[in-house]
């Protein structure tokens, strides 16, 4: 029986729309913490690294936690309920605000990559959030679901930059300390608010049960779902992570950056308040098209010019990019499993997606210091026309399937 079958008239939202406003103060919280990793991440890591084409691998390491917490994730919510998964992020949160103002301290390049490692952990509870949204949603309501918990993010875009503004310079022998301390208070308040969310432990009935996921998975819509996810974030994530440096490098100052970094990431989560009713009108794939697209201009934008005003319209165009097609991708893997099958297919979304950026990322700091900042914007054209070809495909094969 497919998902859609489930009589989403009946079901009352009332209990998904309150974790829906938990779930949305969380992403802002949790967001803050992503904000301040990716806006002092790789400059901390040109001060405290060997050299310099090491800067950007405290937020590699930050990747590379996001994809080894995603399955950990999954497992914990099907065993234990997404609240405790919940709290055992959020506490990993408060530990990398503490760990990296030590590394700083202390000058260690090693210790603050773990900080970071720990955040990205804390990151991969937080993609979860989006689909905890929709687990008693009508499937009417899933998508504005999702989008309405995206929206939190906003909050991050303003808290996030603005708390590195606030604390920067409190230690002026250590920069950024004070903004790391601060990161962790705020990493437990949400696990304060995060305590409050209704996810019980989950019945016996529905641990077990569904298709293998080995069936799931050669589904063409989710290959292009993950895909699209994959090139979303990579694309962002290249331009998102280099940009603070590659702004350094160009004589820009550090409130340039963290500018651009703000409205980033309001651009990121902003659009979330319509990107819902966007699906619900035209579907998710023609919404993650366009986000794609979105992300190739902001690539353009990228290579026409190294101002501030260049940086920071490039910064903001590929956030929006980001969220349509990240949340349209989102919104692909929900159609694609049944009610049962959701936590291990949404755990194996995330652990690909995140672990491909990961592995991506890890190159953005080698190919901004060996080739410079043009040659990140063009890497992202090939990577959105695989994910175009992708959605294509897919879409070619479903619709000779129904014929």
């Known amino acids: 029986m497919d998902m859609t079958a489930v009589t989403a008239e009946t079901i009352d939202d009332t209990v998904a729309r309150a974790n829906v406003r938990r779930l949305a103060a969380a992403q802002a919280l949790t967001g803050a913490n992503a904000a301040v990793v990716f806006a002092t991440g790789s400059i901390v890591g040109a001060t405290l690294a060997p050299s310099i084409s090491l800067a950007t691998l405290p937020l590699s390491i930050y ?26 992020g959020t506490g990993c949160g408060a530990l990398c605000g503490l760990l990296a103002a030590v590394a700083i301290l202390y000058g260690s390049f090693v210790l603050f990559c773990f900080a970071t490692f720990l955040g ?31 929206a939190g993010g ?34 437990l308040i949400a696990m304060a608010v995060l305590a409050g969310v209704n996810a019980p432990k989950p019945a016996p009935a529905q641990m077990t049960g569904g298709r293998p996921l080995t069936e799931i998975i050669k589904q063409p819509r989710f290959i292009a779902a993950v895909i699209c996810g994959t090139v979303s974030y990579t694309g962002m994530n290249f331009l998102m992570t280099s940009a603070p440096l590659a702004m350094k490098f160009c004589g820009l100052s550090l409130s340039d950056s963290n500018f651009g970094i703000q409205w980033h990431i309001v651009a990121m989560f902003g659009p979330s308040f319509f990107t819902g009713h966007l699906i619900a009108r035209f579907g998710a794939t023609k919404v993650a098209v366009v986000g794609l697209l979105l992300e190739a201009a902001a690539a353009v934008i990228g290579l026409s010019g190294i101002t501030a005003m260049h940086f920071w319209a ?24 049944r009610p049962q099958e959701g936590k291990k297919v949404q755990a194996f979304n995330d652990f690909i997606v995140f672990g491909l950026v990961a592995i991506g990322s890890f190159s953005s700091g080698q190919l901004l210091a060996s080739h410079g900042w043009s040659m990140v914007n063009i890497v992202v054209f090939p990577a959105v026309a695989l994910a175009l070809t992708a959605i294509a495909a897919a879409t070619v094969m479903q619709r000779r399937a129904v014929a």
């Open 314 to 337: 490039g910064l903001f165009v590929v956030g929006v990019g980001w969220n349509f097609s990240f949340v349209g991708a989102s919104a692909l893997i929900v159609e694609t499993h």
């Open 63 to 88: 990747m590379l936690g996001l994809a080894a917490g995603t399955l950990p994730t999954g497992m914990i919510s099907q065993a234990y309920g997404r609240r405790t998964a919940f709290i055992a």
């Open 120 to 150: 990205g952990v804390y990151g991969a509870v937080s993609q979860s959030y989006r689909f905890a949204a929709t687990d008693s949603a009508s499937v009417a309501y899933r998508p504005k679901a999702i989008s309405w918990v995206m």
């Open 154 to 187: 906003v909050f991050a875009g303003v808290l996030g930059p603005q708390l590195v503004q606030w604390t920067m310079d409190i230690w002026p022998p250590y920069l950024f300390a004070v903004s790391f301390l601060v990161q962790a208070i705020v990493a």
